[in-house]
């Protein structure tokens, strides 16, 4: 019997749940790209307060931009560390739960671009990278991640290190021009 704390902010939605063995016992979302940091808290302190303390934390590594995803992944990180549980990464976008064979799910990568994968039979098989909107054919958007098939895909991947996909806007002194 497993329960599991699951956390996304790869999106302009934080996104909180608690699946215990395939079951969701909370999950709720909070919109604002900004918000990722209050927002995150009080949806995990709202869900403690409904379920059993968790025995691992699944997290959404993105790709998704710099801030929101760091929010995130510190978050499960510390909440894990401080409980001496696992924390466990999923491609965000694998997490997009489309009832199609083949499809191709973006989000919002703000700058006018997005980030995008493409599905076939459920696995990827092109992805996850940053376009115009133009230069990705027929892409699903505004879509999110759901927590059930985020702690689903605990079972076969971990990724380790958040998916950034572009460098970030600050540079040091020295590179400046």
């Known amino acids: 019997m497993t329960i599991s704390l699951a956390i996304d902010t790869s999106t302009s ?17 909070h919109e604002g790209a900004t918000d990722h940091g209050c927002a995150l808290s009080e949806l995990v302190a709202e869900a403690l307060k409904v379920a059993k303390p968790p025995h691992q934390v699944v997290v959404g590594m993105g790709p998704g ?10 978050f499960a990180q510390t909440f894990a560390l401080a409980r001496q549980i696992p924390v466990i990464g ?8 489309i009832d199609k064979d083949q499809y191709t799910v973006a989000i919002d990568a703000r700058r006018k671009e997005i980030y995008w994968a493409t599905y076939k039979a459920g696995i ?17 958007i505004d879509v999110y991640p759901d927590m059930q098939k985020l702690v ?26």
């Open 13 to 29: 939605k934080t996104i909180v749940g608690v699946i215990e063995d395939g079951v969701v016992l909370f999950e709720k979302a």
């Open 65 to 74: 931009p710099f801030t929101g995803l760091r929010v995130g992944i510190a």
């Open 90 to 97: 999923i491609c965000s976008l694998d997490a997009i739960a």
């Open 124 to 140: 990827r098989i092109a992805g996850p990278a940053v376009n115009k909107p133009a230069e990705v054919p027929d892409f699903i």
């Open 152 to 177: 689903a895909l605990a079972q076969t991947q971990n990724v380790t290190e958040p998916m950034y996909l572009r460098r970030p806007d600050a540079v040091p002194t020295a590179e400046r021009a």
